[in-house]
């Protein structure tokens, strides 16, 4: 136990190497920052990450098409050496726009290479985090935030040229320390040195590849990216610096919250916590400072709110999209996919908004009431799915309880046959129910990858693909002859 405690609060240095990721990657607006007193920047910015984000977009939108159809096809531009190339022109692109003055279509082709090697960065990072446990996850993130906020303001406070050597070399270390130690491993599914003890059996080549039950798994983090990039794009004020302070002092108070979740050791599922709790209480305070702020200081209010809340909000986000990596059900690439569109979308919308009709308080104040949507969503989420599924009733009492025998008796000689362990068939017994994997964990108290692990190795002793073929089988009595 003390050896596994010790574990989860180790930082392997390998893996922060995010943090030089963070401080540098050209869709995010705070890194970009770190040059907003070049003269250029303004006119630069806006038609840059427009462009980048569309293309960061598009990257993320492949990655899930082709985690969709074929999850184990080995992708040449996802190699190391292509992924350092393009994240290097990018990166030199940019900085050549900024202190050359160059405002043509130049702008939109460097844009579409940042973004492009920003989604390539990002999926390389996701792939070698596959395999943590959330809290190990949850710990790397939180310290590489961190440091990446303190990079950047390291950037914009050292002489020009300085800042452009420095951006430019974290930008290719960033990218390239994403593979560093994950050579020997099977397409990045045990590249974390702590592999998720509830998952030993998951089995790449059987990850689903379906995109609806991914997409209702994931609704709470691909939601939260997207609100997150939107926010982002449309609040931030270039022209006022503290603004962006408030993002490095609300990265600091977050990833020290951090710390608290790392010491949960509870059998009860952590992503529940999360969504359930901790965000919907942060979300309650970012709503209660901004109604009590006095009007003429709202709008700052809101803005530095919006930082400390989505600050801590999107390092839980990233750390849910690990946890669904590491059970295994889902493609990585059909996960990483659709987390860099969500991100990439809301940049998107939030760009184009502000292109459109500029900066305002009535954009602030709709996309805070969207937050308050969410967070209320967040909350009132659980409680909503129990009420609805009470309506799942057989047409008699009498056909309820022979049912209920028929699918016992059948999850019982099944158990004995492939010889399930006791957890496996109390999970069983749930699924052929029809119940899914997040009411399973809330019903048992596991985490929802726990329960997706042992649904492999279910998977794995009775020969079957998916839970549509256990569940026919198991119903109609079938699977006892294969």
């Known amino acids: 136990m003390e050896n596994a405690r010790r574990s989860r609060f180790q930082i392997e240095p390998g893996y922060l190497g995010l943090s030089a990721t963070m401080a540098t990657l050209l869709v995010y607006e705070p ?85 492009t090697g920003s989604a390539l960065t990002v999926s390389a990072w996701g792939r070698r985090y596959a395999g943590c446990s959330i809290q190990k996850a949850l710990l790397h993130i939180a310290v590489s935030c961190v440091l990446g906020a303190l990079l950047m303001n390291l950037i914009g406070t050292v002489p020009p040229m300085v800042a452009c050597v420095l951006f430019l070399c974290l930008a290719v270390i960033g990218s390239d320390m994403a593979s560093w130690g994950a050579g020997t491993q099977s397409h990045g599914t045990q590249s974390c040195a702590d592999v998720q003890p509830d998952n030993p059996h998951a089995e790449p080549s059987r990850a689903r590849t379906a995109l609806r039950p991914l997409l209702a798994g994931l609704a709470e983090p691909l939601i939260g990216l997207f609100l997150f990039s939107l926010m982002f794009s449309t609040m931030g004020d ?121 900066r305002n308080e009535l954009i602030t104040s709709t996309f805070l009431a969207l937050t308050c949507i969410y967070i209320v969503a967040l909350a009132i989420r659980p409680s909503l799915l129990a009420w609805l599924g009470r309506d799942t009733t057989s047409s008699t009492e009498d056909e309820a309880a022979e049912a209920q025998v028929q699918r016992e008796n059948s999850v019982g000689a099944v158990a004995a046959q492939f010889s399930l362990t006791e957890r496996e068939r109390e999970i069983l017994a749930h699924v052929v129910e029809g119940h899914s994997s997040s009411h399973v964990a809330r019903a048992l108290f596991i985490s929802e990858s726990t329960v997706r692990g042992h649904m492999h190795h279910i998977y794995q002793k009775l020969g079957v693909a998916s839970r549509d073929e256990l569940v026919t089988l198991l119903r109609t009595g079938r699977i006892g002859h294969n």
Not at 43 to 49: D, Q, R, T, V, Y
Not at 339 to 353: D, H, Q, R
């Open 31 to 115: 890194a970009l920052h770190s040059f907003a007193k070049v003269g250029y920047f303004e006119l630069i910015l806006m038609p840059f990450m427009l462009c980048s984000l569309l293309a960061f977009t598009v990257m993320g939108l492949l990655l899930a098409a082709v985690g969709h159809r074929e999850p184990q096809v080995s992708l040449w531009w996802e190699r190391r050496a292509v992924r350092n190339g393009v994240v290097a022109a990018g990166a030199l692109g940019f900085l050549v726009l900024l202190f050359a003055e160059v405002l043509t279509v130049t702008v939109g082709a460097v844009g579409l290479v940042a973004g």
């Open 238 to 358: 270039h022209g006022v610096y503290l603004y962006y302070l408030s993002f490095l002092l609300g990265t600091l108070a977050s990833g020290l919250c951090i710390v608290p979740l790392l010491m949960v050791n509870s059998k009860r599922p952590l992503l529940n916590l999360i969504y359930q709790v901790i965000l919907p209480l942060l979300g309650l305070v970012l709503i209660v400072v901004a109604l009590v702020a006095p009007p003429g200081l709202q709008g700052a209010v809101a803005r530095s709110g919006f930082m400390l809340f989505f600050a801590g909000a999107s390092m839980l986000f990233c750390a849910s999209v690990v946890g669904y990596m590491t059970a295994g059900e889902f493609s990585q690439r059909l996960i990483l996919g659709t987390s860099l569109a969500a991100y990439g979308l809301g940049g998107v919308a939030g760009t184009a908004i502000v292109l459109a009709g500029g």
